[in-house]
């Protein structure tokens, strides 16, 4: 797909939309983006006659909108995003800026004077670049707006009231909506229509090629000085294209050079460009014109290379719990870690000073000590704690995949290089070891945690009764349905030794609703009755054999009308984003990871139909499809 390189840019970035607007969701949902919804507070008040051209307020309250959030999450989250896209719409006419109409007056004064006439609308789209440096927040912005002029037909005061009443107009620009009843008012549309609808794709998708994949520096002289993209056309753009573009990506970074200028020699952001960094390198230049690539630096190369001494620097340090020392006693010397963990002080310091190069502490005189986000993930009893899931990655992933090479060779899991054990052995110590069980679950805990609050709201869920989350471990999941929907009877449906075991894991406090523990396999034992029945993180682990007995089963017992909601990370069709589901498969576990139409098929093999997929941009998607009705 031609788009995906330019989209795919942003595939391994915390992507964040700071709009509440449904339409531009679904405008960036549909070309496969992933990113998080977080609308911003910026109240649209800054005084219109100070800007001297309409799309300069767009442009500049889209930008307010954007740093807002990018701020709140920064300070007050303290989750850092990489990108956050604000945007901005207002129609104009007559030399005056039209927002959302307050009221059906104001809505009727809006549409009167659009009424016979051309008018303009635009959109002003800030995209952000974020990094956090000594805990500031530095961002960079890139800033466009897109116009397209529409006309509206004759209208009677009769239709346009008719209009107003039917409730359209109000959360609108302009007062109406040009993509559902408003589209009968418009007699003709010049230009982008997604931008009359809040967000100019077309542009955008420019705007992050113009980013992402800068031309040669060759063409500088000659090009002319223009806001408009240096790449028009995504047409000629391919991975295998690109490939010096990947090779000069900077992280969050737009390509300018020390001038401020884009590699192509456009002004970059000659609409409004609020910061510009230094340092980037574009492609040298020699006697003959001729551009070399001496300079490229392959900084995405470079940190895979180095990726896994990240990744086992923190699951040593989370191992040896030093996150927990450091957050009830911090700030802690080297020597006084190493004490009491009983580690060498040398080595202890070497982590220490690994993980604040990370991010993942901070180093004063006074010693080290936890960031936020660490006393949040990273200690075992944070809040959203992933420590049983970053030692089980430790203890049992890791050792996988040091012999993935064998396992690519041969096609399987590695169980018994990595630990001396095959499969089955392996499932023995699981029954047998209270350790191993505990570990597992504390991992199953950690994530079902995380992702419990995306999967129980991706559908409105409302309508159910009762729900049986099957294979629902330490009932994670299930809490957080009975939180949502406090009329949802919600039962765990999972084997004996895991039920035996769930009762450390269960929230503290009395305000939960309860959730109803069952033990059995789901392969073998008859499935408790439910009318929302649950695979959360289920379908990917098992072959076709053992997934044909689960739906089949489920299938059965399904009554008409009654739902199964999967939840899974879904592949998009080419099946290689998102990228921690395409690694997860090297796991070379018997399951595998499918796309939105391979679960579609999947689940309509089973009686299932009218099979929605909603790509959460987090850690997992969801998968709602209904019993189909019995023919007459
Ligand atoms: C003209 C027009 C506008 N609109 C919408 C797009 C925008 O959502 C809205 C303009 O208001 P905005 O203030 O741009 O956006 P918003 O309030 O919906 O969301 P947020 O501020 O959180 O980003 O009008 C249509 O849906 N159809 C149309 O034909």
Redesign the pocket.
């Known amino acids: 797909m031609v788009l995906n390189p330019v989209l795919g840019k942003l595939v391994s970035k915390r992507v964040v939309l ?4 449904p ?2 969701q679904e405008i960036l949902t549909n070309v496969g983006l992933r990113f998080e919804v977080v ?2 507070w910026f109240k ?1 008040t800054l005084e219109k006659s100070s800007f001297a051209a309409p799309y300069e307020y767009a442009v500049e ?1 889209a930008k307010q ?1 954007a740093l807002e959030v990018a701020n709140r999450m920064h300070v007050k989250h303290l989750r850092t995003p990489d990108v956050v896209i ?6 104009t006419v007559d030399e005056q800026i039209l ?2 109409p307050v009221d059906k007056q104001d809505a009727y004064r809006m549409l009167s004077r659009l009424n016979g006439k051309e008018h303009s ?1 635009f ?1 002003g789209v800030a995209i952000i670049h974020c990094s956090s440096k000594d805990n500031q927040l530095e961002t960079e912005v890139t800033d466009f707006y897109e116009e397209t002029k529409v006309k509206f037909s004759d209208l009677s005061e009769e239709l346009l009231w008719e209009y107003i009443h039917s409730g359209e107009p109000m ?4 007062g ?4 559902a009843l ?1 589209g009968m008012l418009v007699e003709y549309v010049h230009g982008d229509f997604l931008n ?3 967000f100019p794709l077309n542009h955008f998708c420019k705007k992050l090629a113009e980013l992402y994949y800068p031309p040669p520096k060759h063409n500088v002289q000659h090009k002319k000085y223009d806001s408009i993209p240096s790449v028009d056309t995504f047409e000629n753009l391919s991975d295998g294209e690109s490939e010096s573009s990947d090779f000069t990506e900077h992280k969050g970074a737009s390509k300018l050079d020390s001038s401020g200028m884009c590699s192509s020699g456009a002004i970059c952001n000659s609409e409004n460009n609020s910061s510009i960094k230094t340092g980037f390198t574009v492609p040298l230049e020699n006697q003959n014109g001729v551009s070399e690539s001496a300079a490229k630096l392959p900084s995405k190369i470079l940190e895979l290379m180095d990726g896994f001494r990240a990744s086992k620097a923190m699951f040593v340090a989370s191992k040896l719990k030093m996150f927990d020392h450091l957050k009830d006693k911090g700030p802690l010397k080297a020597v006084d870690i190493a004490n009491e963990v009983g580690t060498s002080v040398c080595g202890t310091e070497r982590l220490l000073d690994a993980c604040a190069a990370l991010g993942l502490l901070e180093k004063t005189p006074q010693g080290y000590s936890n960031t936020d986000s660490a006393n949040t993930y990273l200690t075992s009893d944070g809040e959203c704690s992933l420590h049983g899931y970053i030692i089980h990655s430790n203890d049992h992933i890791w050792p996988l995949f040091t012999n993935l090479e064998s396992a690519v060779k041969e096609g399987s899991r590695q169980n018994h290089r990595a630990f001396g054990k095959k499969a089955e052995d392996l499932f023995k110590d699981y029954y047998h070891s209270q350790e191993v069980k505990q570990r597992f679950m504390a991992a199953m805990h950690s994530i079902a945690q995380l992702t419990a609050r995306d999967v129980a709201t991706a559908f409105d869920l409302s309508r159910f009764k009762s729900a049986c989350d099957l294979g629902g471990c330490t009932g994670a999941l299930a809490h957080e349905l009975g939180q949502i929907y406090p009329n949802l009877k919600v039962t765990v449906f999972d084997l004996p030794e895991v039920i035996a075991n769930t009762s450390y894991f269960q929230p503290p406090g009395q305000n939960t609703a309860p959730v109803t523990f069952i033990s059995g396999d789901f392969f073998k034992d008859d499935l408790p009755e439910a009318d929302l029945y649950i695979l959360s993180r289920i379908l990917h682990d098992w072959p076709d054999e053992k997934i044909h007995v689960l739906l089949s089963k489920i299938s059965a017992v399904c009554k008409p009308g009654s739902a199964l909601l999967v939840a899974e990370i879904v592949l998009d069709e080419q099946k290689t984003h998102p990228p921690r589901a395409v690694l997860q498969s090297l796991s070379m576990t018997e399951g595998k990871q499918r796309s939105g139409s391979e679960y579609k098929q999947l689940l309509e093999k089973y009686g299932f139909t009218n099979v929605q997929i909603k790509i959460t941009g987090n850690l997992l998607d969801a998968v709602l499809c209904f019993k189909k009705n019995l023919s007459p």
């Open positions: 700071a709009s509440a607007s339409r531009r609308p911003s649209e309250t909108k604000g945007a901005d719409t207002i129609v927002e959302k609308v959109t959360d609108k620009a302009g109406y909506g040009i993509q408003g009359v609808v809040g």
